[in-house]
């Protein structure tokens, strides 16, 4: 991890050189190749993901497209650009869960769903629509089903991991296999899958399964872990920390139980790179999920994963999981507070490498739009534990970030997409040290269609 | 009178109608012109008795039964003055060769009315109605599906070979939108092993296809259309029987029987099917692939190795038909049972299942009573019911993963592996079973007031009481788990007017709907600790209404038009939820609802010397409103439990659909037709095209035949058909500029069969020879989906009437 915060430091400087350089125009040529200058001082590349219209507006399940222009275009707000007619369809039968290298060169896909469900496709980025895929066809099907929840790990784009997680009540029938009244429940079997795979050589890397034991306690009161996602390396590169999401059933009647006690959040905690041995930590600072949705949820700095949680009763935590690889309950970040809120509930974050992070959320204050709940954008400072809605972003009802993916980190620039369901947007740069927020290319939107990041 | 006629025509031809009196013979009779050539499907009508016969291809035809004596005998046919000659019975069976003149004058109008077949006057009632004749396709290697896919505005698809999950679409609307029936019983009193899979063209007298506006007689909540299937109900004795076998080590049999004691009208009837196919057939394509070490996966060309199909089944009648008290009086039993090997979910992905199956059956009582004129001329009455069990089991138990070469697949590390969700399918294994008990009752009572006026009234009843199980569950989870009993009643209330000398007829029907759905959730009671049953139920009730009219502008083209409000009642997981996917219940919701409009012609049938052709067209439009679907997920719901189903947005399908049948000489065919629409719906102020919807098909089938050209009076037909479906994609449509959009299409398909059929001099014994999909042309119906390629059958078919 030490060796990506000096590349930051390094991209910081390249890409100021670079926005002096490159110029821009209303119908932007990207340059797809490299400035043939040796020294390196060219913008990178910003592929915009856009997600058409399925059945309802703001599905996203039309399709996920993808259009590449470079930084210096993607800040100019007089460059205009539309995915939706131009794009790339990524290869994903759902909305596709995409990733890119730390360079913006190179995009990662997992096909999500449908008969190509699990499909490992990576894809030179070369501006505009052209993606061309590069390297062999690999599937993680096998090993964890084909709508994988999957994350690249921030270990220098080597590694993707992705998880699966099966559950099974499991009951005492006291003897008597035909006669119910006397049965009762023990626990449920939750058994992981988690399967790590070699990005730059599309090979499965390694495949372990074990079973996720919560306290005797939790699990006689009917307590499992249901779902898990998000994997994260800590800064050792020695355990992975995985995303968790816990379910409850009666044990009186072996059926699901929505109104019981939401327990402190949880993770758990694998050897990595052998993914045995796996443990549950559990925080008392924050309540509810931590599994995330479609964005990476959980991120290093400074030697610690900070991680947000979701469906919390009092709002959404920023979580810090120390280098002990257990939840520093002394490390108190409610967004609520922070914000002076309610309901706060963390839909998508990225931290730059100087501990200042672009936090895309909902709250009490959110109107509801045609797809959902109206989303906003803070700016968060990790260490100072502070967070202030950007205002320089306009916001309405229909403008909503559930299905948010992406954030581009340039140095201290974090690179988004605003725009409403079915209204065209722009892209914004946020400088996070600055708090200054640049409007960039303007997005064409399609009716019932959004925006879901960059990369 | 004109209709008085047509029907008793209709009963000679169909229903075989005769009675039994001492001292009377049967005359078997052939009509021929003066050149020779026989006098086909011409009425022979004997005024004095009542009694009637239709001539066959041959010009061969019979009256049964006829009192000894000398009788005045009419013949009229399209191709005939009318002619009258005498005859006289005094044996058993008199034979007899009559030469007639042929017509010089054709009185088109006259020759229209008496020429009209049951199939013409159904398609020219009003309705948008398809009558697929299932007598040729029978004697042939032809599924029932594939027949019912050749049907203007039908489409079919099918996710794989012989057995595999069937979709139907009429006019744009499928899924729910279509209900199917058996002699006007719910198909889903029968399940998954007496289906149109199953059953063989040969126990199907035929089909009846209502595109939007379903009579009053098929009560259910159809809202884009029915599917009626007509089992062979004909009295008069006969035996058929056939065999076939082909590709795919796929063999079909089936029996089919009846006979009728003359004196008592007794009457014994009996049909069995079996079909069987291994359907490994090849397949390829970016899934198909074996995965190496580390995962590397290399493409190969497989064959489907977990995919077996078989059902068999049969239908067993006794009772009395044709006599005093009844046309029809059976009693009877259904039994099926059906195993299905699932080689895939939706969609084909490198991870095949191995071990998968399905089993259903059915064992159903069931009782007809059918009587025209009961007590007073007129009055019809029409009764059909059944009752019994179903069961259907869904078994996956192997760990194992299994590759596309049909051997256990390796993992990254090169050794064999089980999956981690221990069963094929993930989502874990199970040995699911659901148990419904099923009754199903249809009564139809009509009253012709005069020719002029009809009333019918008809009332549908179907239960369904259902228990799901899993032996791989706990006792306490399957004692906890809900069980969901629907109870559905239809109602409707039909006028028949037919007027201007049969030029205009009208129909005008009201529906009124209830259903009760009823929820029985166990659980435990707090205060006594013991084991209770919650039960819920909620009823909903609504009411549809529509019209026909058909109205002949001149005496060969024929305006037909028709409308329906049509519903379609929310089923029981939409209205109590489903507690395997975390569905709950929305006693709310509302049914759908869909107003259906066709407006359509037909021109013909036209002769210009011996060219005969018709053609016919319909526009429509569905709207539909209120569709039931599940909600988005959103930031608000993802982590929750439970999603109930909503009321959503509207709908539209507009289109045309438009035939032409064209015939030479009697001996050459050709029916082309083509069927095209946009599918549409907006939700929340925003229309978008529904995807993954072929919506461009047509179909052309032509038919030769050599009369006498291996041995005399034999008969060589041969077939060849031709099936289009226009390139469709699995996504909304895409932008102008797009890329990648290659990935999500099912390209445009043609395939093409080719069929020889060899009738035997006798006319008892059939062969016939089918190539299906001659050029081995890759078929998809749903997205990489690959259905059979090229395949060989073989069938005999072997055929005693009046025995």
Redesign the interface.
């Known amino acids: 991890m030490k060796r990506n915060f000096i590349n930051y430091h390094k991209l910081t400087a390249l890409l100021l050189a670079g926005g002096l350089l490159v110029s821009c125009s209303d119908d932007p040529e990207p340059n797809p190749t490299p400035d043939p200058d040796p020294d390196p001082v060219e913008a990178r590349w910003i592929t915009v993901a856009a997600a058409?219209?399925?059945?309802?507006?703001?599905?996203g399940n039309?399709?996920t497209?993808i259009y590449s222009l470079n930084s210096d275009e993607a800040k100019d707000p007089t460059v205009s650009i539309?995915p939706?007619?131009?794009?790339?369809?990524?290869?994903s039968?759902r909305t596709a869960r995409l990733q890119s290298s730390e360079d913006g060169n190179t995009i990662f896909n997992i096909s999500y769903a449908?008969?190509?469900?699990?499909?490992y496709t990576k894809y030179s980025v070369e501006g505009g629509?052209t993606f061309t895929q590069e390297g062999?066809?690999?599937?993680?099907?096998?090993?964890?089903?084909?709508?994988p929840r999957w994350i690249k790990l921030f270990d220098g784009d080597q590694t993707g991991a992705a998880v699966?997680v099966?559950t099974?009540?499991?009951?005492d029938?006291n003897g008597t296999?035909?006669?119910?009244?006397d049965?009762t429940?023990i626990r449920t079997e939750a058994?992981m899958?988690v399967v790590t795979l070699?990005l730059v050589?599309?090979?499965?890397?390694e495949?372990q399964?074990s079973s996720i034991q919560l306290t005797e306690e939790e699990e006689s009161n009917g307590y499992y872990v249901s779902r898990i996602d998000m994997p994260t390396l800590n800064a050792a590169g020695d355990k992975l920390y995985i995303g968790a999401?816990l379910?409850k059933v009666d044990p009186?009647?072996?059926?699901?139980d929505?109104d019981g006690e939401i327990l402190g959040s949880k993770t758990i905690v694998l050897d990595y790179p052998s993914l045995l041995n796996p443990t549950v930590i559990s925080s008392t600072v924050g309540y509810g999920?931590t599994n995330g949705?479609r964005s990476i949820n959980a991120f290093e700095y400074n030697g610690s994963v900070y991680q947000a949680n979701?469906?919390d009763p009092n709002g959404s935590h920023i979580l810090k999981i120390g280098a002990n690889n257990q939840y520093d309950d002394s490390y108190v970040f409610s967004l609520d507070n922070a914000l002076g809120t309610d309901d706060a509930?963390i839909?998508a974050w990225r931290p730059a490498a100087n501990g200042k992070a672009v936090v895309a959320y909902?709250d009490a204050s959110s109107e509801t739009g045609?797809?959902?709940?109206q989303g906003f954008f803070a700016l968060v400072d990790l260490e100072a534990r502070t967070a202030q809605k950007i205002t320089d972003i306009p916001y309405e009802a229909d403008f909503y970030l559930?299905q948010y993916q992406g954030f581009a980190v340039h140095g201290n620039d974090i690179y988004l997409t605003q725009a409403p369901v079915?209204k065209n947007g722009n892209i914004y740069v946020v400088d996070t040290e600055t708090g200054n927020v640049t409007k960039g290319a303007e997005l064409v939107n399609?009716?019932?269609s959004h925006f879901i990041g960059v990369f | 009178m004109i209709r008085g006629i047509f029907l008793q025509i209709f009963c000679i031809f169909f229903l075989g109608l005769s009675t039994s009196i001492a001292q009377s013979g049967n005359l078997s009779g052939k009509l021929i012109f003066e050149d020779g050539q026989p006098v086909t499907f011409a009425t022979v009508y004997i005024h004095a008795v009542k009694k009637h016969g239709l001539s066959d291809e041959s010009g061969n035809y019979t009256i049964q039964d006829i009192p000894f004596g000398k009788h005045r005998v009419q013949v009229s046919s399209i191709e005939i003055e009318q002619n009258e000659f005498e005859v006289e019975i005094n044996t058993d069976s008199k034979t007899l060769t009559t030469t007639l003149k042929r017509s010089k004058d054709t009185n088109l109008d006259e020759v229209e009315v008496i020429g009209e077949s049951y199939k013409t006057e159904i398609e020219k009632s009003g309705f948008a109605v398809n009558v697929i004749d299932t007598k040729e396709a029978s004697l042939r290697n032809i599924q029932t599906n594939e027949l019912l896919n050749t049907t203007v505005g039908v489409k079919i698809r099918q996710n794989g070979g012989l057995g595999s999950e069937v979709n139907y679409s009429l006019n744009g609307l499928s899924g729910s939108a279509v209900r199917i029936f058996i002699d006007g019983i719910p198909i889903s009193a029968y399940g998954n092993s007496f289906n149109l899979n199953s059953i063989p063209p040969s126990m199907i007298k035929e089909i009846e296809v209502y595109k939007g506006v379903v009579p009053g007689h098929l009560a259910d909540d159809a809202l884009g259309g029915a599917i009626n299937i007509v089992l062979q109900n004909s009295t008069q004795s006969n035996l058929n029987a056939s065999i076939s076998y082909g590709s795919f080590n796929t063999l079909q049999a089936s029996v089919n029987g009846l006979y009728r004691f003359k004196d008592s009208g007794f009457t014994v009837k009996g049909s069995l099917f079996h079909n069987y196919s291994d359907n490994d057939y090849k397949v390829s394509g970016r899934s198909v692939v074996v995965t190496g070490l580390g995962g590397v996966q290399t493409p190969i060309e497989a064959r489907r190795f977990n995919d077996a199909y078989r059902s068999s089944g049969g239908i067993f009648q006794i009772g009395y038909t044709d006599v005093k008290w009844a046309d029809q009086f059976l009693i009877g039993f259904t039994g099926s049972s059906d195993y299905k090997e699932i080689q895939h979910g939706a969609f084909m992905t490198i991870m095949p299942y191995k071990d998968r199956f399905m089993e259903s059956d059915a064992k159903l009582g069931n009782l007809i009573y059918q009587k025209r004129d009961l007590f007073t001329k007129g009055l019809d009455i029409n009764i059909n019911a059944l009752y019994g069990k179903r069961n259907r089991m869904v078994s996956d138990t192997l760990a194992w993963a299994y590759a596309w070469n049909g051997e256990k697949a390796i993992d990254f590390r090169g050794n064999e592996y089980e999956y981690s969700w221990r069963s094929q399918q993930e989502g874990g294994p199970t040995l699911s079973r659901i148990n419904r008990d099923v009754a199903s009752a249809r009564t139809g009572l009509s009253y012709a007031i005069n020719d002029h006026h009809k009333v019918l009234v008809n009332h549908v009843f179907s239960s369904i009481d259902r228990v799901d199980t899993d032996a791989l569950r706990s006792v306490l989870e399957n004692t906890f788990r809900g069980t969901r009993d629907l109870r559905k009643n239809i109602l409707s209330l039909t006028y028949e007017l037919n007027a201007m000398d049969g030029r205009f007829s009208a129909n005008l029907f009201g529906k009124y709907y209830q259903q009760e759905t009823i929820n029985i959730d166990p659980d435990i009671d707090p205060e006594t600790n013991e084991l209770i049953d919650e039960v819920t139920s909620a009823t909903t009730k609504d009411e549809g209404y529509g019209f026909t009219v058909s109205y002949a502008l001149l005496p060969n083209v024929t305006l037909l038009t028709s409308a329906e409000k049509a519903v379609r009642l929310p089923n029981e997981s939409e209205v109590f939820g489903n507690d395997g996917d975390n569905v709950v219940a929305n006693p709310s919701i509302r049914p759908e609802l869909s107003n259906n409009f066709n407006l359509g012609f037909r021109f013909g049938r036209f002769n210009i010397e011996k060219h005969d052709f018709t053609v016919s067209t319909n526009l429509f439009t569905r709207n539909i409103k209120d569709r039931i679907g599940l909600p988005i997920e959103t930031s608000l719901n993802v982590n929750d439990e439970i999603i109930l189903y909503e009321n959503q947005g509207n709908g539209t399908s507009k289109g045309f659909d438009a035939q032409v049948d064209y015939t030479y000489n009697n001996n050459f065919g050709v029916n082309f037709n083509v069927s095209r629409f946009d599918l549409k719906i907006v939700n929340r102020g925003v229309e978008i095209d529904v995807p993954n919807t072929p919506f461009f098909t047509m179909n052309t089938s032509m038919r030769y035949s050599f009369k006498d050209l291996i041995q005399k009076s034999s008969r060589l037909n041969l077939f060849y058909t031709l099936y289009f479906t226009g390139e469709f994609s699995y996504l909304v449509p895409q932008g102008s500029n797009t890329v990648g959009d290659e990935f999500f299409k099912v390209p445009q398909q043609i395939a093409q069969d080719l069929g020889v059929s060899y009738v035997f001099p006798t006319d008892k014994l059939v062969m016939s020879f089918d190539i299906k999909n001659i050029f081995d042309k890759p078929v998809y119906d749903n997205l990489s989906v690959q259905k059979p390629g090229r395949a060989f059958y073989l069938k005999l078919n072997y055929r005693i009437n009046n025995y």
């Not at chain 1, 939706?84 to 290869?91: M, S, W």
Request: charge should be negative; glycine fraction near 18%; charged fraction near 20%.
């Open positions: 058409r219209m399925g059945d309802n507006p703001g599905d039309g399709g497209l539309a939706f007619d131009n794009g790339f369809i990524v290869p039968n449908g008969d190509t469900g699990g499909n629509q062999t066809s690999v599937s993680i099907a096998p090993y964890v089903g084909s709508a699966y099966d099974e009540h499991q009951f029938d296999p035909d006669d119910a009244s049965d429940y058994t899958g070699d050589n599309s090979t499965i890397v495949f399964e999401r379910s009186a009647t072996g059926e699901s929505g999920n949705y979701q469906g509930y839909l909902r045609v797809a959902g709940a559930f079915g399609v009716e019932g």
